[in-house]
Nanobody, 121 residues
């Protein structure tokens, strides 16, 4: 079955960096677009960014544009979210998603369990 496992979260000071990973299994990773979302306490899950199966098109939320970057390694069946210049408002549980495309969470069929990112001021 489809499985997405995020890792790499943690506590970081404002201005710092983290790289999240999402290891995929149970489907042909290289044929699928991948997305990243986040959910802060008391808020809706929101779009962060997405990458097409070929890596040829990437889209980002305005709030992270220029600070976050998505990449993928099809041989390792892993998608990454490199986060830089982190701000306290980036604090959230970060999820990767597959089986869809776009900025709406309802577009995606498969989700990981999430990894916590906490940015201290």
């Amino acid at each position: 079955q489809v499985q997405l496992v995020e890792s790499g979260g943690g506590l970081v000071q404002a201005g710092g960096s983290l790289r999240l990973s999402c290891a995929a299994s149970g489907f042909t990773f290289s044929n699928h677009n991948m997305g990243w979302f986040r959910q802060a306490p008391g808020k809706e899950r929101e779009f962060v960014g997405a990458d097409t199966w070929s890596g040829g098109q990437k889209v980002y939320a305005d709030s992270v544009k220029g600070r976050f970057a998505i990449s993928r390694d099809n041989a390792k069946k892993t998608v990454y979210l490199q986060m830089s210049s982190l701000k306290p408002e980036d604090t959230a549980v970060y999820y990767c998603a597959a089986g869809g495309w776009g900025t709406e969470r309802t577009n995606y069929a498969y989700w990981g369990q999430g990894t916590q990112v906490t940015v201290s001021s």
